[in-house]
């Protein structure tokens, strides 16, 4: 969500795959990184999804809930790499999708820093019935003002020139967690949470 100028510290991270679990499960085992997967029951609302660590880092990898443009990720260079973020459309559905408080007050947020966003967030919000809920998300006054407060935070860094290493390299500041699509787009999309997307009012996967 920083990409989209609106910072909240996560637990952890979730990316979202194109390819079936296994496959994805597969790739990651070859890299080094062993997952569990997590079976959820789709009658009941749930998902199944994968659960791993990267450097003390827990991670989700989770099936595409949502439609997700890919070809209109944004795209950031971090660390030597590139990692692919999700819109802000892709955002606002996530966010709807899992329908939870937090969920519902990050969407707000998110439309307080781009009010032109609004009409489709209240579209979003009446599609999984949580209007009401998240139309007093945007008027609570705390929102208001924590939502004036990323506004002005992100003017300040835009301000900020960039730090400079010994070397006189520029550094580049970047948000920690945020919604992002794995460096091989063509493959994995992401989102911010702090547990598989079952943060969607309905029960999740099992053992998360």
Do not use: N
Request: charged content about 30%.
């Amino acid at each position: 969500m920083g990409v989209h100028g609106y910072v909240r510290a996560t637990d952890e991270l979730g990316f979202v795959s194109r390819q079936a679990l296994v496959e994805a499960r597969e790739k990651l085992r070859k890299a080094g990184i062993e997952t569990r997967l997590l079976r959820g029951d789709a009658l009941d609302g749930g998902f199944s999804c994968l659960q791993g660590e990267i450097d003390g880092i827990p991670f989700d990898v989770q099936p595409p809930l949502v439609p997700i443009a890919w070809d209109q990720a944004l795209t950031l260079e971090i660390g030597g790499g590139t990692l692919r973020v999700v819109d802000l459309d892709g955002l606002l559905q996530l966010k709807f999708r899992a329908g939870g408080p937090q969920d519902l007050l990050d969407a707000a947020r998110l439309v307080l820093r781009h009010p032109g966003s609004e009409t489709r967030a209240k579209e979003l919000a009446t599609a999984y019935r949580s209007l009401d809920r998240f139309e007093a998300c945007l008027g609570d006054p705390r929102t208001l003002v924590q939502a004036r407060e990323d506004a002005e935070r992100e003017a300040r860094r835009a301000k900020k020139p960039a730090r400079e290493t010994r070397s006189g390299s520029a550094v580049r500041s970047r948000s920690r967690k945020s919604t992002t699509l794995r460096s091989d787009g063509s493959s994995t999309a992401a989102s911010e949470r702090r547990r598989p997307i079952a943060a969607t009012g309905a029960p999740g996967a099992s053992g998360g």
